[in-house]
């Protein structure tokens, strides 16, 4: 890229850290330094603010920049990313938003608390949500590192490095000043950014083909490289019964996931009532919704106006296809108009990775600190000194994050984001349902059912293609791979639930009914909520 480039997408990305920095130093002067407000914002986002905070918290790297890499390199088969995330938001709707509101204070592992015996309860679904919070965020390390990566010409590791690095410090920031209010109007502000840039792209594209969406695809296939094969299953996942299983797992995990995702539960706390929550997610509905028909037309047309050749030759996974297509959008690399559009839409995949990584911290060290730490002390703790080890662990979790972030620079964002679905949905996911719905539930299934779906999911990415015995591979080098599919959510979820049956069929404790009518009251009710 050129010089302009990168000194015009530089100057934008300082614009925003700057609007987002003086956001979190305004909130932190006039935070009082409460759990609550720490954690929750205090309660006080109305159900519009806080369904474009969950918008821009879910609308992250790998939607903008990942799906889209995906279907301009596999057509059809990269749809189901796009499909997977958004039907994903009907379970969230109809089966935990309202009940989680309700049930918790400011965690998963609070509603599962409510009616078992706190402290193992609490130590399981706090180091599920960590490790879930961990994988989500070497998704977005990943997308930053991609970015700068096309920014300078793809020649400087150590650019990427230090990008990581920064982002890495920058989201500590965040969380450890400003706390939930920060991040909340952080995510709000980029989410606006992101649909403006997704609309703008968008209408540039129909326009280019002349409001012809089918003369768009039949281009897209020609430039492809695969022809009508583009446009039809199979061309990523159809290829044999590994990749065709391999297809059912990722759909599973996508479809599930969500409602499992630590820093999209945490969301629902913001609000003042369940009303509140159930109304925040019908507004990030239509905005979400919108948002993945674009990457549809994004991808396609990244295909039919780059090229699937050019996009495949500046990043192996697809993560550059959006910038290059904003690029040739505007007039090409040496017109004035392609150097703006592509800087403009740079900065917004660079806010969305410093917005969406900002949530995830804070979701992951409220639950090193209101789930392990409260837990391991023989004493309470204290809500300030839970706050002060909540900024320590964000710390923490942002130094492992940069670290495996230049671990798996040369991963597809969007497979890395569907991995940390599957983790999600095969831990969190068996355990909520199980605590809101199951009356005999105890306390030794809701730890099984946790360790039950966390440990294998994670056993059977360390042996699967991802990581060994390929050329795409983490390490390509060596070959420990003996699982074959990619994405270990058609396997791992079922054991979940499995294990969150078997331990409470097997558990020499009954279960406490009395506390499960209260909690079915309050769920279903709202009386006592926080």
């Not at 992250?60 to 994903?88: K, P, R, T």
């Not at 594209?205 to 003369?215: A, T």
């Not at 993560?319 to 290059?324: E, G, H, I, W």
Request: glycine content about 12%; hydrophobic content about 55%.
């Amino acid at each position: 890229m050129t010089g302009d480039h990168q000194t015009l997408a530089l100057l934008l990305f300082g614009v925003f850290v700057a609007v987002t920095l003086g956001i979190t130093t305004w909130v932190s002067r006039n935070r009082h330094g409460s759990a609550e407000e720490f954690y929750a914002g205090g309660r006080l986002f109305s159900p519009m603010e806080n369904g474009f905070a969950i918008a821009g918290d879910y609308m992250s790297a790998a939607s903008f920049l990942g799906i889209s890499g995906l279907i301009a390199l596999f057509g059809y088969d990269g749809l189901l990313y796009s499909v997977g995330f958004l039907v994903a938001w009907l379970v969230v709707l109809f089966l935990v938003a309202e009940l989680v509101r309700n049930c918790g204070r400011f965690t998963l592992a609070d509603v599962v608390a409510a009616r078992m015996r706190e402290r193992p309860v609490r130590i399981a679904a706090g180091t599920s949500s960590v490790t879930v919070s961990v994988l989500y965020l070497v998704a977005q390390m990943v997308g930053a590192g991609s970015l700068v990566a096309l920014l300078l010409g793809g020649t400087s590791g150590a650019a990427q490095a230090w990008t990581v690095i920064g982002v890495g410090a920058l989201m500590v920031v965040y969380v450890s000043l400003g706390g939930m209010r920060a991040t909340t109007w952080i995510q709000i502000v980029k989410a606006v950014l992101l649909m403006c840039g997704a609309i703008t792209l968008t209408v540039l594209v129909l326009v280019r083909f002349h409001g012809d969406f089918d003369q768009l695809l039949r281009t897209a296939a020609d430039r492809s490289g695969h022809g009508s094969q583009f446009l039809a299953p199979g061309l990523k996942y159809g290829g044999d019964w590994t990749s065709r299983l391999d297809f059912i797992s990722l759909g599973l995990a996508l479809v599930l996931g969500t409602a499992g995702l630590p820093h999209i539960l945490s969301r629902f706390y913001t609000v003042p009532t369940a009303r509140a929550a159930r109304r925040s997610v019908v507004w990030s509905i239509g905005l979400i919704g919108s948002f993945y028909l674009m990457t549809i037309v994004l991808g396609f047309g990244a295909a039919a106006i780059v090229g699937s050749d050019a996009v495949r030759g500046s990043n192996a996974a697809g993560n550059t296809a959006v910038p290059l297509l904003a690029l040739d959008l505007g007039g090409g690399a040496d017109s004035t108009g392609g150097t703006v559009l592509f800087a403009v839409v740079a900065a917004i995949a660079f806010a969305t990775i410093l917005a969406v990584v900002a949530g995830i911290t804070l979701a992951s060290s409220a639950s090193v600190a209101h789930d392990l730490y409260a837990s391991l002390r023989r004493k309470r703790a204290k809500p300030r000194s839970e706050v002060a080890v909540a900024r320590l662990a964000a710390a923490g979790v942002g130094v492992v994050a940069i670290g495996l972030g230049l671990l798996a620079r040369d991963l597809n964002v969007a497979f890395l984001v569907g991995l940390a679905f599957a983790v999600a949905a095969s831990a969190n996911l068996p355990v909520l349902l199980y605590s809101l719905f199951w009356r005999n539930f105890t306390t030794r299934g809701a730890v099984w059912s946790v360790y039950g779906g966390l440990v294998p999911s994670l056993v059977l990415v360390v042996l699967s293609p991802v990581v060994s015995g390929g050329p795409s591979s983490l390490f390509p080098g060596v070959d420990f791979q003996y699982f074959p599919l990619e994405n270990p959510g058609l396997v791992s979820i079922p054991l979940g639930f499995l294990a969150g049956w078997l331990g409470t069929v097997t558990s020499p404790e009954p279960a406490d009914e009395a506390k499960h009518a209260e909690t079915e009251v309050r769920a279903l009710t709202g009386a006592g909520a926080a």
